[in-house]
C-alpha cells in the first residue's frame, strides 16, 4: 500500500473534495492522508471484520489515528479477547469506553436489564446508555472519525460516501472502506494474516452485543442478525443514524 501525503492541511475542508480525493486512494492513503489534515483524528472499532482491516493499517503503517471501542458490559467473550490480541498484535494502544453504572442501573430500573427485547424505545435507550454515551466521549475533541461502513453491509447503507459532515457531533465522519465488498475484505484478511472474531466462521458477519446478535441464515443481508426481532428493515443503533429517535436520554438519580 502506497502512503500518499496530504494536499492541504486547511482546517475549513471542503467534504465533497474530500470525498473525490479519497476514492481515488487505496486503504492505507485514505488513512494517511486524514491523519495529516490536522486535528484529532479516532478511529472507533467493534472488532468487526471490516474494523480489524483498519486497525491493522493504522497498526502497519504507525498512523497518528486514536483507536477506540465501546466496551458496553454486553460484548461477546470472544471479542473482548480479541481486543487484548489485536493490541499485541499490532502495537498499539485500543482505549476502552464504557457506560456509567448510573444509566445502567436507571435502564435497568425503567425497562428491566433485557428490556431492549419488548419495544423499539427500550432497544433504543439500551443503545443510548451503553454506546451513544460512551461514543460521545470518544469522539469529545475530534475533528475526523473515522469507521467501517461499508455500502454493502445493509440496503441502508447503500450510498455510504468516503467523507460527510456529521452535524450533530461537529466532525467530519470518514468511512474508508465505503467501496469494498465482502469478498475484497475476506481476502485481504487472509492475505496479511489480520485477527478476527471467531464468530465470524460461526455465521456472525456482523457482531454487536451479545444479546442483540445471532448468527444469520442462508440469504439473509450481513446485517440480518442485528436486532432479528424487530421488524424494520433499516434498524441501526443511532451510531450512525441522524435521528433524535435514537437519543432517548435517561436520567440516572445523580443527573435528576
Known sequence: M??????????????VSLDETLASLDLAGRLSFVAGLGGRVVFTTSLGIEDQVITAAIGTHRLPIEVATLE????????????????ERYDIVIRRYYPE?????A???????????ESVEARHACCHV????PLAKALEGASFWI???RRGQSGNRASTPFAEFDAERNLIKINALADWDIEAIRAHVSEQSIPVNPLHGRGYPSIGCEPCTRAIKPGEPERAGRWWWENDEKRECGLHVADASHATVLSSPSQQ
Open 2 to 15: 502506497t502512503i500518499h501525503k496530504p494536499l492541504q492541511t486547511d482546517k475549513n475542508i471542503d467534504v
Open 72 to 87: 458496553t458490559g454486553r460484548l461477546f467473550p470472544e471479542t473482548v479477547a480479541l481486543i487484548s490480541e489485536t493490541e
Open 101 to 105: 453504572q448510573d444509566d445502567i442501573d
Open 107 to 117: 435502564y435497568a430500573a425503567k425497562y428491566g436489564l433485557n428490556g431492549f427485547y
Open 130 to 133: 451503553r454506546k451513544l454515551k
Open 147 to 149: 469507521t467501517g461502513l
